[in-house]
């Protein structure tokens, strides 16, 4: 006999690339305006600042590779981002540790109701109405660490219908894996199954319905998604 009143939600799990394991999502942090130029875009100082995180459900997280266009909304944003999953965690990480905490790394799209979002900004008010929606991260399967190493440098692309809307390098990223672990477990106690969302390159910009997005990370891996 269960324990509970209702049935306990379903754990949402990753893909590994060349394995039937699942790595499951316990909590999505995202880091935002991560690239200068991305900064500027989006009309900020792309000075070095203390940086700041939103999340995501892990819910929100699709392996599927289609992307419903969702409601309430007429401007959807696409962001290309490396993804950093995390087999420990703690708080007040070290950043010459924080390396030893991650697992491995994916492909993902940071998928935004960016009308939505620019409402609540002006507002005052939280962002989650644009991030983290239902379908709002599509990822690609994870690959360890002990595979490929922590990238650092790779190319960062986005193609949508075959014409290149994002491009960047992993060393742009203003500030760095090992720094944002860090910086995130003395706010948060960080866990075996959280995962990083890194930031994204300039070139944001909205699909419609038929769009066919290819995301690429160099060292890490690809991701297509169908907008439907």
């Given amino acids: 006999m269960s324990d509970y009143v209702i049935a306990p939600p379903?754990?949402?799990?990753?893909?590994?690339?060349?394995?039937?394991?699942?790595?499951p999502v316990r909590r999505v942090y995202c880091i935002g305006r991560n690239y200068a130029a991305h900064a500027i875009e989006m009309g900020h100082d792309p000075n070095r600042e203390p940086p700041f995180f939103f999340q995501k459900n892990p819910d929100s997280i699709d392996f599927t590779g289609k992307?419903?266009?969702?409601?309430?909304?007429?401007?959807?944003?696409?962001?290309?981002?490396m993804v950093v999953a995390l087999a420990k965690g703690g708080?007040?990480?070290a950043i010459d540790k924080a390396l030893d905490h991650v697992w491995g790394y994916a492909v993902g799209l940071d998928m935004t109701r960016?009308?939505?979002?620019?409402?609540a900004k002006d507002?005052?008010?939280?962002w989650e109405i644009g991030k983290a929606f239902e379908h709002?991260?599509?990822?690609?399967?994870?690959?360890?660490?002990?595979?490929?190493?922590?990238?650092?440098?790779?190319?960062v692309e986005l193609k949508v219908n075959g014409k290149v809307k994002q491009a960047g390098d992993l060393n742009?990223?203003?500030?760095?894996?090992?720094?944002?672990?860090?910086?995130?477990?003395e706010y948060?106690?960080?866990?075996?199954?959280?995962?990083?969302?890194?930031?994204?390159?300039?070139g944001v910009a909205a699909i419609v319905a038929g769009d066919v997005m290819e995301a690429n990370v160099e060292g890490v891996g690809e991701l297509k998604v169908v907008v439907v």
């Fill in 67 to 81: 992307f419903p266009y969702p409601s309430k909304t007429k401007d959807v944003h696409h962001e290309i981002e």
């Fill in 188 to 202: 948060f106690e960080l866990a075996a199954g959280d995962i990083i969302m890194t930031g994204t390159p300039s």
């Fill in 172 to 185: 742009q990223m203003i500030w760095k894996v090992p720094e944002m672990i860090s910086y995130l477990s």
């Fill in 136 to 155: 709002a991260a599509p990822m690609g399967a994870f690959v360890p660490a002990s595979q490929i190493g922590h990238p650092s440098s790779g190319k």
């Fill in 10 to 23: 379903k754990i949402n799990a990753a893909p590994i690339k060349g394995s039937d394991k699942l790595f």
């Fill in 114 to 119: 960016r009308d939505l979002q620019g409402i």
């Fill in 91 to 93: 708080t007040n990480i």
């Fill in 123 to 126: 507002m005052g008010r939280p």
